[in-house]
């Protein structure tokens, strides 16, 4: 399969403990965006990479998020001292021409 | 600020109907325009997209008009089927940037 691949795909945690997701874009992608979507809603944008480099930051991507993608493959979003607003998917998607954008499956996390 | 206005939230039709959603946006710098397909528990998956330049872009069962001077756009589907039952999003970008911004979606429920 050469889609966006994310991992896990569903996260149950405590709240105040931290989670750490992963994307894996389409290979020559060099795009990559995290969003979140809550129940009924559109995806929101949080953050955008150029290669390893964190272009773009949402004002949603409060300082508990950290996102990362350190050799310009891979990316990495982690959530600190979660709390149970943090419940949402978590959608990363991937591009190489700027603005068309493909979608992994999600990483479903719910924080008790 | 929601920037792109997407109706109906809810749609039902007949096999072989043709749904018609419609969204709105404010941002005259916007000038790529996507629909996105969303089945349960699933990513976003690309449908197809236009840019300002034209007025209609039909891919298989799918059309969008675009309407520049009333800053709308709409997706229509022809021989609508039951597997064609999912949540539609359109969406807005500049494709000098990096966000997409969606609208609210439209659960669309095709009968039998």
């Known amino acids: 399969d050469t889609g966006v691949s994310q991992d896990p795909r569903h996260k149950i945690t405590k709240r105040g403990q931290n989670v750490t997701f992963r994307c894996d874009p389409i290979?020559?992608?060099?795009?990559l965006y995290w969003y979140r979507q809550t129940l009924g809603q559109g995806p929101e944008f949080l953050t955008y990479?150029?290669?390893?480099?964190?272009?773009?930051k949402s004002r949603l991507l409060s300082d508990r998020f950290s996102a990362e993608r350190p050799k310009g493959s891979f990316s990495t979003l982690e959530i600190q001292r979660t709390e149970q607003g943090d419940s949402a998917m978590y959608l990363c998607?991937?591009?190489?021409?700027?603005?068309?954008?493909?979608f992994g499956p999600g990483t479903r996390l719910t924080v008790l | 600020q929601q920037q792109v206005k997407q109706s109906p939230q809810s749609l039902i039709v007949q096999k072989g109907g043709i749904p018609i959603i419609n969204c709105a946006y404010e941002?005259?710098?916007?000038?790529?325009f996507p629909w996105y397909q969303q089945f349960p528990g699933k990513g976003p998956a690309l449908l197809i997209a236009?840019?300002?330049?034209?007025s209609e872009k039909k891919e298989g069962r799918f059309t969008i008009s675009f309407n520049k001077s009333a800053k709308q756009f709409s997706l229509h589907i022809m021989d609508s089927q039951p597997g064609d039952s999912a949540t539609y999003f359109c969406?807005?970008?500049?494709?000098?940037?990096?966000?997409?911004?969606f609208g609210e979606g439209t659960q669309l429920t095709v009968n039998p």
């Open positions: 998607a991937s591009s190489l021409v700027a603005a068309e954008q493909f």
């Open positions: 290979s020559e992608h060099n795009r």
């Open positions: 990479f150029q290669n390893e480099a964190q272009l773009e």
């Open positions: 941002n005259t710098a916007f000038d790529y």
């Open positions: 236009i840019r300002p330049d034209v």
């Open positions: 969406a807005a970008a500049k494709t000098s940037g990096s966000r997409l911004t």
